[in-house]
């Protein structure tokens, strides 16, 4: 499983708990097994959390990619430090220059666009800056 991609810890031994045998308790030796991996260089949350942040970074904003690492189970700190150098403004632009390229004319397009910023997880000043640009800006 490591050698196709990083994992966190805790999705990691979620899916090891899988192979558990119905009725066995193997969280201690899953426990003892993570450790381990951990002591090796083999799982590592931080790494773990750069590799998605990296990976996501020109297609959501900071509160997406912080959001999903928590729920895998990353430290908040880390999580934080992941994110840090992601630049919510210059992604905000590209996916929404993809996605429509021209300014809303109306209150209804200003608030459709503002709703696919916002579920890519952009907070409202960025979302607010990006709907508010010319298009010249934009290109």
Request: overall charge neutral.
């Amino acid at each position: 499983m490591l050698a196709r991609r990083e994992h966190s810890r805790q999705e990691l031994g979620q899916k090891l708990g899988r192979y558990a045998e119905e009725g066995e308790d193997l969280t201690e030796e899953i426990a003892a097994l993570l450790e381990d991996f951990q002591k090796r260089g083999w799982l590592s949350d931080t790494r773990f959390a750069e590799q998605v942040a990296n990976s996501r970074k020109n297609r959501y904003g900071r509160l997406k990619v912080a959001h999903e690492l928590r729920t895998k189970g990353v430290a908040e700190d880390v999580a934080d430090e992941a994110i840090v150098g992601m630049d919510d403004l210059a992604s905000a632009r590209e996916v929404w220059r993809k996605k429509f390229g021209q300014r809303p004319d109306t209150r209804e397009a200003w608030a459709k666009q503002a709703r696919f910023l916002q579920s890519r997880g952009f907070g409202f000043d960025v979302i607010k800056q990006v709907l508010q640009q010319d298009v010249d800006d934009a290109s």
